[in-house]
């Protein structure tokens, strides 16, 4: 006696259909994920943070120490990211013949400092680094207490946040213990302090040398060599 078969219910044959449409899924994303990881595989590795440096310059003394370092990255092939402050363009004025405009103009990029929304105030803005110089001590006990009420110190946080190296050249004398507090406070987070000590081992000629000795040391941290700096190589022989 032959069986008779019946003809698949709408319902098998809806199962079927939607098994036939997650295997066409599967193999879809499965050719996708393929691509993307041939894509990874073969595409070139960028390192955007080398080319980029910020600086920051405050309303502190010594604003010079700043133009230098903008003067001497300028066509380096480093980008110089600079963040002036307002106290600062009043102590260009004061002490150097520079033009505000002629020193933004030695930058690669210029912020405002009360850009809270620029590109340094966010770690996936990849740099070497930022310098603070001079180093005004509003910032520093800013950049220590964590309260960045501008651009300039709140690049700084980020800077230290990403354990990406902060180097802060504070220009102030004599310092009480508040200052002195707020500078254990930056290096225990991470940062160094590099006051703008002069090396006489180089024998100065002129206020000049003085200047590029501190500008050529504060570029070392960073291990860049703009060749500002007259090396020490030990002590000459003695003469017979």
């Known amino acids: 006696m032959r069986r008779i078969q019946k003809p698949p219910s709408k319902t098998a044959a809806k199962r079927a259909?939607?098994?036939?449409?997650?295997a066409s899924v599967r193999i879809r994303k499965r050719s996708q994920t393929a691509a993307k990881t041939a894509q990874f595989a073969t595409a070139a590795v960028r390192a955007p943070a080398q080319r980029r440096l910020v600086v920051g310059i405050t309303g502190?003394?010594?604003?010079?120490?700043g133009i230098r370092l903008l003067e001497a990255l300028k066509?380096?092939?480093?980008?110089?990211h600079l963040v002036l402050s307002r106290a600062a363009e009043m102590t260009i004025a004061y002490e150097t013949s520079y033009a505000i405009k002629d020193?933004?103009?030695?930058?690669?990029?210029?912020?405002?400092?009360?850009d809270i929304g620029a590109a340094v105030s966010s770690g996936?803005?990849?740099?070497?680094?930022?310098v603070i110089l001079p180093c005004s001590m509003k910032t520093l006990a800013e950049i220590a207490t964590g309260v960045t009420t501008t651009l300039l110190s709140r690049a700084a946080d980020?800077?230290?946040k990403e354990r990406r190296r902060l180097v802060l050249v504070p220009r102030e004398t004599p310092l009480h213990l508040?200052?002195?507090?707020?500078?254990?406070?930056?290096?225990?987070?991470?940062?160094?302090?590099?006051p703008p000590m002069p090396g006489f081992y180089a024998m100065p000629q002129n206020l000049d040398d003085l200047i590029n000795h501190t500008v050529g040391r504060v570029l070392d941290l960073f291990g860049l060599d703009a060749g500002l700096v007259k090396r020490w190589a030990g002590r000459p022989p003695a003469s017979s």
């Open 103 to 114: 020193v933004k103009a030695l930058a690669h990029t210029v912020y405002p400092v009360g």
């Open 75 to 80: 066509g380096s092939g480093i980008e110089s």
């Open 17 to 22: 259909a939607n098994k036939a449409t997650l």
């Open 178 to 194: 508040g200052h002195l507090r707020n500078m254990t406070a930056v290096t225990e987070m991470g940062a160094i302090v590099a």
């Open 158 to 160: 980020v800077t230290l």
């Open 124 to 130: 996936s803005f990849q740099t070497l680094g930022m």
């Open 60 to 65: 502190a003394s010594g604003v010079i120490y």
